[in-house]
Nanobody, 121 residues
Framework: QVQLVESGGGLVQPGGSLRLSCVAS????????MGWYSQAPGKQRELVAA???????TYADPVKGRFTISRDNTKNTVYLQMNSLKPEDTAVYYC???????????????WGQGTQVTVSS
């Protein structure tokens, strides 16, 4: 089993910044894809940004130029730096990680518990 612990959410004014962190622990052989997803009330969970083990990144159009995803493979941690936040960024943000455990030939997707980000004046 793999556990994901997120931190860094909170209340911020429009134009402000937040940095989310997600640490993976447990039965980890290798981590492939690490990503952040958002889910606003009444909406489906959507990809915000993702990063592969080699460093390739992808972003949803609404956050391009404002958010930056990064990872520290030595700490099994993924970060999301969120700048120039807007009220429409308000959502629960989930960390999603694809992990291959030792001795297992397939990779599995794991989710964090979510952290609330509220952008409001």
């Amino acid at each position: 089993q793999v556990q994901l612990v997120e931190s860094g959410g909170g209340l911020v004014q429009p134009g402000g910044s937040l940095r989310l962190s997600c640490v993976a622990s447990g039965s980890i052989g290798s981590i492939h894809r690490m990503g952040w997803y958002s889910q606003a009330p009444g909406k489906q969970r959507e990809l915000v940004a993702a990063i592969l083990s080699g460093g390739t990144t992808t972003y949803a159009d609404p956050v391009k130029g404002r958010f930056t995803i990064s990872r520290d493979n030595t700490k099994n941690t993924v970060y999301l730096q969120m700048n120039s936040l807007k009220p429409e960024d308000t959502a629960v943000y989930y960390c999603g990680v694809t992990v291959q455990s030792p001795g297992v030939i397939w990779a599995s997707q794991y989710w964090g518990q979510g952290t609330q980000v509220t952008v409001s004046s």
